[in-house]
């Protein structure tokens, strides 16, 4: 980097008046990040305390300060790099940050460091990330015991996710092959410590899920410290471990500790060993079951033949004989169709029996018969006579009685000319006086009836006295001119 120059003083005299030509802001501050550059050009690990933890509320960009004893530097983690932390920075907390960029802020003029990855430093740090992750996946149900799968009782291949070549890998191998040899196994190698080996285990997951041909997958490594085991609590192989639609054995290879992985696989077990030894069965002890299980079924087979032999014989016994039960049935059948024969042939001679008697009595009553008939023939001549002279006289009778009915109903004045006035409300009217001009009256007519409106009122009584009424144009009117006569 070129030094910077300083302008000299001027010297006294006259020329001192001269103002000194200096930089601008905007060199200055390209220098110092020309400088910063030169500097500081790769990525850094710097150890340091975090305080002032603040994230911002719309950008989710987390800002807080790096210091050791008197010195700190301002630090920015943008929100994507703050998405994928294992844990929540707090004030205190002692950090390992992976500077991507050491900056200087022009429009502040502060210096800021550009953070990319924070570990926490420390055994207690550890756990406190490891705990947080915890209750988070807790929370969304991930360890819940209902998720957790059975293991298939003979498995057509075993995938297995671990390190090659390892001792893990080799007691796995070896104690399948000692179970069952013919069974087939599927090795995804992955890394189990180390820079990327979280997202070597959670690949190594999703390429077996995909690949199909395993019933069961075991996760598996040598044991290690707690530090050793960090990528088995890291939240990508959970969730891995999580999704995974075939069933996962842990066997990380700890006894004393529970890794995050152990918590959400579907069975954890201590070594690879062990985990061998719970997805295989033994092949001789698989035969010897089936052989005990062939011999149980073979022995309740027959037990079930002889107790249906024993209640065969039972009901043998209640039952007899057969054909001596048809030889009594067929003698108990003759014997009522011979009492039946006897019967119906005694009926048949009561039959004949009555059928002469009665033949007897009606030859002996022929003569009175015809006499009968006679006298029932000459009553029913009388009979009617008699019926046709009283239908006649009831004729007259009627005929009387409707001629004095008809003399006194009021239809017959009506068909000479008369009418009956109705008020509205269907009251007959019998004075005029009553009447009132322009009412409206009903008028009932030998054949039909007319409305009509009073147009004057006379109350003198007499031929020459009447109320004079106009009818009204209805369908029940008669012609104009028609002379009508009221009566009162």
């Known amino acids: 980097m070129p030094p910077l120059s300083v302008p000299p003083t001027p010297a006294a005299g006259p020329a001192s008046e001269a103002r000194p030509r200096g930089i601008g802001i905007r060199a200055l501050v390209d220098r110092i990040q020309l400088a910063l550059v030169e500097n500081f050009p790769g990525r850094l690990w710097v150890e340091g305390e975090v305080s002032n933890y603040k994230v911002h509320r719309t950008s989710g960009h987390a800002f807080f300060t790096l210091k050791e004893g008197d010195a700190q530097v301002e630090?920015?983690?943008?929100?994507?790099?703050?998405?994928?932390?294992?844990?929540?920075?707090?004030?205190?907390?002692?950090?390992?940050?992976?500077?991507?960029?050491?900056?200087?802020?022009?429009?502040?003029?502060?210096?800021?460091?550009?953070?990319?990855?924070?570990?926490?430093?420390?055994?207690?740090?550890?756990?406190?990330?490891?705990?947080?992750?915890?209750?988070?996946?807790?929370?969304?149900?991930?360890?819940?015991?209902?998720?957790?799968?059975?293991?298939?009782?003979?498995?057509?291949?075993?995938?297995?996710?671990?390190?090659?070549?390892s001792a893990a890998l080799q007691d796995l191998l070896r104690t399948l092959d000692g179970r069952f040899p013919a069974r087939r196994v599927l090795l995804r190698p992955c890394l189990v410590q180390g820079a990327g080996a979280a997202a070597d285990v959670a690949a190594a997951l999703d390429e077996l899920n995909r690949d199909g041909s395993v019933d069961v997958i075991v996760v598996a490594r040598g044991g290690g410290s707690t530090e050793d085991l960090g990528a088995f609590n890291d939240e990508a192989v959970v969730r891995a471990i999580a999704r995974s639609r075939i069933p996962v054995v842990s066997a990380?290879?700890?006894?004393?500790?529970?890794?995050?992985?152990?918590?959400?696989?579907?069975?954890?077990?201590?070594?690879?060993?062990?985990?061998?030894?719970?997805?295989?069965?033994?092949?001789?002890?698989?035969?010897?079951?089936?052989?005990?299980?062939?011999?149980?079924?073979?022995?309740?087979?027959?037990?079930?033949?002889e107790t249906a032999r024993h209640r065969m014989a039972t009901q043998e016994a209640r039952l007899g004989d057969p054909r001596r039960r048809i030889d009594e049935s067929r003698l108990r059948v003759d014997q009522l169709v011979g009492r039946a024969r006897e019967a119906l042939s005694r009926a048949?001679?009561?039959?004949?029996?009555?059928?002469?008697?009665?033949?007897?009595?009606?030859?002996?009553?022929?003569?009175a018969t015809a006499a009968l008939r006679t006298r029932a023939?000459?009553?029913?001549?009388?009979?009617?006579?008699?019926?046709?002279?009283?239908?006649?006289?009831?004729?007259?009778?009627?005929?009387?009685?409707?001629?004095?009915?008809?003399?006194?109903?009021?239809?017959?004045?009506?068909?000479?000319?008369?009418?009956?006035?109705?008020?509205?409300?269907?009251?007959?009217?019998?004075?005029?006086?009553?009447?009132?001009?322009?009412?409206?009256?009903?008028?009932?007519?030998?054949?039909?009836?007319?409305?009509?409106?009073?147009?004057?009122?006379?109350?003198?009584?007499?031929?020459?006295?009447?109320a004079v009424a106009a009818p009204a144009q209805t369908a029940e009117s008669p012609p104009a001119g028609t002379p009508r006569r009221s009566r009162g």
């Not at 990330?129 to 969304?140: C, G, I, M, T, Y």
């Not at 799968?149 to 995938?159: C, F, H, I, S």
């Not at 009561?350 to 009665?358: C, D």
């Open 377 to 466: 023939e000459r009553l029913g001549e009388r009979m009617e006579a008699a019926t046709r002279a009283g239908l006649a006289a009831a004729h007259g009778e009627v005929a009387r009685e409707q001629a004095r009915l008809d003399a006194l109903s009021p239809l017959a004045v009506l068909t000479r000319g008369f009418a009956v006035v109705r008020r509205t409300d269907g009251a007959i009217v019998r004075r005029a006086a009553t009447l009132a001009v322009g009412e409206e009256v009903r008028l009932l007519l030998a054949e039909g009836a007319a409305h009509a409106a009073v147009l004057g009122i006379d109350p003198t009584p007499g031929p020459g006295g009447s």
């Open 252 to 305: 990380v290879g700890h006894e004393s500790d529970w890794t995050l992985a152990d918590e959400v696989a579907d069975l954890r077990v201590s070594t690879p060993t062990a985990a061998a030894s719970a997805v295989m069965p033994r092949h001789a002890q698989l035969l010897g079951d089936l052989n005990q299980l062939g011999e149980r079924l073979r022995g309740a087979a027959l037990r079930r033949v």
């Open 75 to 165: 630090a920015v983690l943008w929100s994507s790099r703050r998405a994928v932390l294992r844990f929540t920075p707090t004030d205190g907390l002692q950090v390992l940050a992976l500077l991507s960029k050491v900056d200087f802020y022009a429009p502040q003029g502060r210096l800021r460091v550009q953070v990319e990855r924070l570990e926490p430093q420390g055994q207690g740090a550890l756990h406190q990330a490891r705990e947080e992750l915890r209750r988070k996946l807790h929370a969304e149900g991930l360890f819940a015991p209902e998720r957790k799968r059975r293991l298939p009782v003979l498995p057509r291949a075993v995938g297995i996710a671990t390190a090659r070549p």
């Open 348 to 367: 048949r001679q009561r039959a004949h029996s009555t059928l002469g008697g009665l033949e007897s009595r009606l030859d002996r009553g022929r003569p």
